[in-house]
Structures are given as structure tokens and as C-alpha cells.
């Protein structure tokens, strides 16, 4: 577990990194959440730092992470999120598999979802893991992986 003196360090060495990069940001420290540590930003213009779908965040989330390791010796993983882009981005990913999973047992034919990043993929296949009348993989090679969603036989 991670003290209160190393969480503000945590927010004093993420608010360094995003203004040596010329970001003006808010950042926002919660607790542990299932051994991730959730790291909030609020900002004006976002789109730099999110990128296409989400890419150049998660570029930017390992890059933090492995600097905050670095720095306090203590391995843990982080959730980067800025503005609530993710929290959305989930949220509307859990929407989109109910809806697939439900047309997909409607009409019995398989769908194929755009490609997406494995933290995306993930999002789907817990949405979908306790359904009974469909199922879900994971299939070509990055950064090309999709997923199918299937009828159960």
C-alpha cells in the first residue's frame, strides 16, 4: 500500500512531467483500486494527449508509469485518465458489447468489431463473459486485433 507521503509525491512528480511537456494540468490522486493507482487530470484541450483512439494516452500512461517506478523504487500499476476520456470511452464500450452480443443472438451471425487497444478489447470480453447465448475472441495481430462475437453453439 501506498502512504499518503508517497501519493503526494506521486502528484507533485506526474504534475512535473505534464509541465516539462508545456501541459498546464489539474491532477487528482484516489486511493488504490484493485492494485491501480488511478491518476486523474483535468485540462483545457485534451486531444494531444488522448490521440487517435486513445493511443498516444496509453503511450503516455506507460511512459508515467515507468518514471514513477523509477522514482519511488515500488512497482504498482496506474490508470491514467484525463478529463474522464476513458471512464466514457468504457462505459461505452460495455454499451456497445450489450448491444452487439444482443443482435448477434438475435439474428445467430457473428459481428466484428473495429480494432481496438487490449485495454478495450478487455472491456468487451468481461462485459460479455457471464452471457450464455454468446461468445467472444480476440482475433488477427496487432494493432489490427479485433474481436468476433459469436452465437453460442
Do not use: C, W
Not at 31 to 51: A, C, R, V
Not at 84 to 107: C, F, G, I, M
Request: no cysteine.
Amino acid at each position: 500500500m501506498i502512504s499518503r507521503a508517497e501519493l503526494k509525491r506521486i502528484e507533485k512528480i506526474t504534475k512535473e512531467f505534464f509541465t516539462k511537456m508545456g501541459f498546464e494540468v489539474e491532477v487528482e490522486i484516489k486511493s488504490f483500486e484493485e492494485k491501480t493507482l488511478p491518476i486523474n487530470l483535468k485540462m483545457e484541450d485534451p486531444k494531444i494527449l488522448i490521440g487517435e483512439g486513445g493511443k498516444t494516452l496509453s503511450e503516455i500512461q506507460h511512459l508515467l508509469k515507468v518514471i514513477l517506478i523509477k522514482k519511488l523504487k515500488s512497482p504498482f500499476f496506474i490508470n491514467l485518465d484525463i478529463n474522464d476520456y476513458k471512464k466514457k470511452k468504457y462505459q461505452y464500450l460495455r454499451e456497445l458489447a450489450r448491444s452487439v452480443a444482443d443482435e448477434v443472438a438475435l439474428t445467430k451471425k457473428e459481428k466484428i468489431l473495429s480494432p481496438m487497444l487490449p485495454s478495450e478489447r478487455r472491456i468487451i470480453h468481461l462485459e460479455l463473459a457471464e452471457r450464455q447465448d454468446v461468445t467472444s475472441e480476440s482475433i488477427d495481430q496487432e494493432p489490427e486485433r479485433k474481436i468476433v462475437i459469436r452465437p453460442y453453439p
